[in-house]
């Protein structure tokens, strides 16, 4: 091994360790994990793939698996434990020391929407009535590499949660001080059966980088950190905008293959949709035939009702997402907000498709109809066909959300196509009934 | 509001204590802000939006604003006073204790990482002893957000590394900062934030130092006010692929309504050019009037692909943008894979449709479709890679102007590719 090697996994940074460990030729990869110490091994760890952590865990011989079993954190170990056969899971889970071993089983049960499944139960916990030299001496003696310590919290001799003191504020506390002087109570706290979104909506709210998880009980079972959190919030927003233009769950270095299997089955159906479509306009063939002109707005009005319905849409997901859109007062507000915005620009947008079109027919002259008709089927359709698509933008996300379906589905491809449909009928219909 | 006692509000939590400012009307706001100490109002503005705040803070004078401002930590100073008209902002600037720290954050950019930065930090020495640097640290720890992570620069302040403070306390003297010092990644003042946020979330880091050019270390962001940035940033991108407009909440429909306008009006406008280029193509229509009903499944397809690839692309832009253009020949590959098997099932349901229309050449007519259908599957992604790179390269922000140019110009390429081709092979009727 090289001295920059050598230096890296003395004083580098876990992730970067982890990177060179990743890069490294296979047959050295779990030679450098078995030089580095056990008190870094924890956060290096918890940067490898899935798949070389679980086959360096299969490696070490007993003694040393169960040694670093229980120096890794809680969650990365019940990441670990998720990815494995059950058989494994159970061999690595009698591995881990008895109250661990509790707390995991526990863990492992929470629903992956529960905000209790991203806590983690590394933290220091503060007996109420200590002296601040104990608590600062405990402290001292008991840290671990893995826990967490920019605040320490205070439970009462029931185990009840009390409060948070700040570890700079102990720290700089003065000898006479009392611990409850530096403890801060009436934090905001997680509930173990609250949602992620909650969590997330608390910690940004409340602009903390921890929150404590109690259970009914009051009792302090875990708590939330920041970084985990960013991490939610990192990978919903690429959800969002994933599910927005339906690609599937993008990698940067996935292969073309990948992204075409990934993405067909939408595109696929909305090619379908819209043969049904044009199956069922089938039935205006006649108005085409003797109106070809009318074929030359189309893609303005099918553009038109999606940009306004997309709009729509995105408002809706927003309001939803950030919690909005909770009570019913909001969510009748926000749906009688957003119709009447779909309703005016409908009108003022037909009005203006109306004139182009006009004007446009003036010059350029295809087939026998008056421009003036014609530019009054367009601009009337304009308007009816993005106001029934605003409609539709609004109500759908809810509705999907209502029924507990992820309402960020509602911004693909087949809502849209669904949308071109309602459009095409009422320009044709229109046509028919004027034009003919 | 006489059923709320001074010493409940005392011991809210700023946020909570903003969220009843909220609600309260002027007369209310007033007799509390006189009642208040100005540290809890000072916290409590940080949690409104800038622009509320001002609002709020608009009938305290001039003296009592820059007193606040002081007690606010520099970042969320900052961006108050960035809100402010300038003859305000240089006067409230002038009053300022903290004028230097807070000018010098209002030099960056909002996207610049420097912008988000908190000015206090506790530095060491490497040559320090462990428990002198312990004393270092009692002795500053009320003044800064965190201790969990010490600095070490050298004379020169250059940042040199981090040193945790569970390590710190738990090492015996004699030993220097040096031996027990890590190495520990960091951004430049001037790099984007939201690349920093990523670099964050990568190294999971609570605090990342920001130095300049020269690797002085100048501050640190924190967790905390990457969380706000991030969602703000996000929220805003989402907005813009969507061509929406900033929302606001509380806003009366109609003004809500005219701020979404213009982005429609140019969507109307842009889709004139489409219009035109379909004129010369009258011949083939009139003749195939049922082509009309196929339009908007190559026009669907066309924008659906170039939307894929454009989000795809916008989000390498932000992680590492010197792989956006290999990462576009896997698009347009992927396009043609794709492609082949929609425009191969295509085929075969427009044969059926065509024929139940009774058009003249059923057969040809679904391989016009179908052919279009492929051509423009894989000249959408082109356009979706190029686009943004190219707005890049011009200095805009991508994600602005990215959404609606693509769209016109994929229906645009791929009318003339459908129209084109049947004129070629169904234009002899």
Redesign the interface.
């Known amino acids: 091994m090289d001295y920059k090697d050598l230096d ?1 996994l003395t ?6 360790i982890a990177r060179m460990i990743e890069n490294a030729d296979p047959d050295r990869q779990f030679d450098l994990l078995n030089q580095l110490p056990l008190e870094r091994m924890n956060a290096v760890f ?1 940067e490898l793939s899935d798949e070389l952590a679980l086959s360096y865990i299969d490696s070490l011989p007993v003694e040393k698996k169960k040694a670093l079993l229980n120096t890794l954190e809680m969650d990365e170990v019940r990441n670990l434990l998720e990815d494995v056969e059950s058989a494994e899971a159970g061999e690595m889970l009698s591995l881990l020391a008895g109250s661990k071993q509790q707390k995991m089983i526990r863990m492992l049960e929470y629903d992956e929407d529960c905000a209790a499944s991203l806590m983690t139960t590394d933290f220091m916990v503060i007996q109420e009535g200590t002296s601040i030299a104990d608590a600062t001496g405990n ?2 003696k008991t ?1 671990k ?1 893995s ?1 967490f ?2 605040e320490l919290f205070v439970v009462d001799s029931e185990q009840k949660y009390l409060g948070s003191i700040e ?3 102990l ?2 506390a003065r000898k006479g001080d009392k611990l409850d002087q530096i403890t801060e ?4 706290v997680i509930y173990e059966h609250d949602t992620v979104h909650t969590a997330i909506q608390k ?7 921890v929150m404590p998880v109690l259970n009914e009980e009051e009792h302090l079972i875990g708590i939330i ?3 985990d ?3 939610i ?2 990978d919903e ?2 959800e ?3 599910r ?4 599937g769950d ?1 990698e ?1 270095d996935s ?3 990948v ?2 299997k990934q ?2 089955p ?3 159906a ?3 949709l ?2 049904v ?3 069922f ?2 039935l205006f ?1 006649n108005t ?2 003797q109106i ?1 002109a ?7 009005i ?3 009702a ?3 319905g ?2 729509a ?3 809706t997901i ?1 309001g939803l997402h950030h919690d ?1 859109l909770g009570g019913l007062d909001e969510t009748k507000n926000h749906i ?3 119709v ?2 779909g309703l ?2 409908s009108l ?2 037909g009005f ?2 109306f004139i ?2 006009f004007v ?1 027919l003036s010059f ?1 002259n ?2 026998s109809q008056s421009p003036f008709y014609l530019a009054i089927v367009v601009g009337s359709s304009l308007a009816g066909g993005m106001f029934i698509s605003a409609i539709c933008g609004v109500f759908i996300p809810i509705a999907l959300d209502r029924m507990k379906v992820d309402p960020a589905v509602a911004s693909g ?1 087949i809502i ?2 669904i949308n ?1 449909l309602f459009a ?1 009928v009422v320009y044709f219909a229109i046509a028919t009934a004027m034009l003919l | 509001m006489e059923n709320i006692s001074i010493e409940t509000l005392q ?1 809210m ?1 700023p ?1 909570d204590l903003a969220e009843l400012f909220l609600k309260w009307d002027a007369d209310e706001r007033h007799v509390w802000m006189s009642r208040l100490s100005s540290q809890q109002l000072a916290e409590m503005f940080t ?1 409104l939006e800038a622009e509320i705040a001002l609002e709020f803070m608009e009938e305290l004078d001039h003296a009592r604003q820059a007193e606040l401002i002081d007690l606010m930590e520099p970042d969320d100073a900052r961006d108050l006073l960035s809100e402010m008209d300038d003859p305000d902002k240089e006067d409230i600037l002038d009053k300022l204790e903290s004028q230097d720290t807070i000018s010098q954050l209002l030099s960056y950019d909002e996207d610049e990482s420097g912008a988000h930065m908190t000015t206090d930090f506790v530095s060491l020495k490497p040559d320090m002893d462990v428990k002198a640097a312990t004393k270092i ?3 500053r ?2 003044e ?1 957000e ?3 992570r010490l600095f070490v620069v050298d004379d020169g302040g250059r940042f040199l ?1 981090t040193v945790a ?2 390590k710190l ?2 090492t015996k003297s004699p030993k220097s900062i040096q031996a027990i ?5 960091y951004v430049l003042d001037t790099d984007p934030m939201e690349k920093t ?2 670099k ?7 605090e990342m130092p920001v130095c300049s050019q020269a690797d002085v270390l100048l501050g640190m962001i ?3 006010d ?3 940035a ?2 703000e940033e ?2 805003e ?3 813009k ?4 407009p900033e ?1 606001q ?1 509380e806003e009366h ?2 003004r ?2 005219l701020k ?2 213009p ?3 140019i ?3 842009l ?2 050019p ?3 280029i ?2 010369f193509f ?1 011949e083939v ?2 003749a195939v ?9 190559i ?3 066309a ?3 170039a ?2 690839t ?3 692309t916008l ?2 832009l932000t ?1 590492n943008p010197q ?1 956006a253009l290999k ?1 576009g020949v ?2 347009v ?2 396009g ?3 492609g082949l ?2 425009g191969a ?2 085929f075969v ?2 044969y059926f ?1 065509a024929r ?2 009774n058009a003249a050449q059923p057969l040809t007519l679904a391989l016009v479709v179908a052919l279009s ?1 492929w051509v423009t599957v894989i000249i959408s992604p082109v356009l979706g890679v190029l686009i943004p790179v190219g707005i890049k390269k011009l200095g805009f922000d991508p994600a602005v102007a990215s959404g609606p140019f693509i ?1 016109t110009l994929a ?1 645009l390429s791929s ?1 003339l590719v459908f129209f084109g081709l049947a004129t070629t092979m169904l234009g002899g009727i």
């Open positions: 890296l004083k580098g940074h876990p992730l970067d918890i402290l001292i840290v590499d826990d310590i920019d570890l700079k504020n720290l700089a109570l009436n934090q905001t910690l940004r709210d409340y602009d903390d980088t950190t920041a970084d959190i960013l991490d919030m990192i927003y690429e969002n905008v994933e927005l233009v339906a690609i993008y940067e292969s073309a293959l992204r075409s993405r067909l939408w595109l696929l909305s090619i379908i819209n043969l479509i044009a199956a306009l089938s063939q085409i035939e070809t009318l074929v030359l707005f189309q893609p303005m099918l553009g038109m999606g940009n306004i997309t709009q849409i995105a408002v927003l909005k009688r907000n957003e009447m915005i005016l620009n003022i947008v203006f498709g182009i079109s446009f350029v295809m087939g491809p849209s196509t071109d095409l | 011991n939590h946020h949690y640290v009692i002795a720890a009320n800064v965190t201790i969990s590394g403070l569970k306390i738990k010092m890590e190495d520990y990644p946020i990523h964050m979330r990568d190294y999971s880091a609570f924190m967790m905390d990457a969380l706000d991030y969602h996000a929220t991108d989402y907005e692929l969507s061509a929406l929302v909440e429909f109609t809500s309504a979404r306008f982005w429609l009006l969507l109307l406008l889709s004139i489409i219009a035109y379909t004129t009258e229509l009139v009037a049922v082509l009309a009903f196929f339009q908007p499944l026009l669907d397809a924008g659906d692909v939307t894929q454009l989000a795809v989000r390498i992680k792989k990462n896997k698009e590959l992927t043609v894979i794709t098997i929609m099932s295509a349901i427009a449709i139940q229309m259908l769209t229906d009318l």
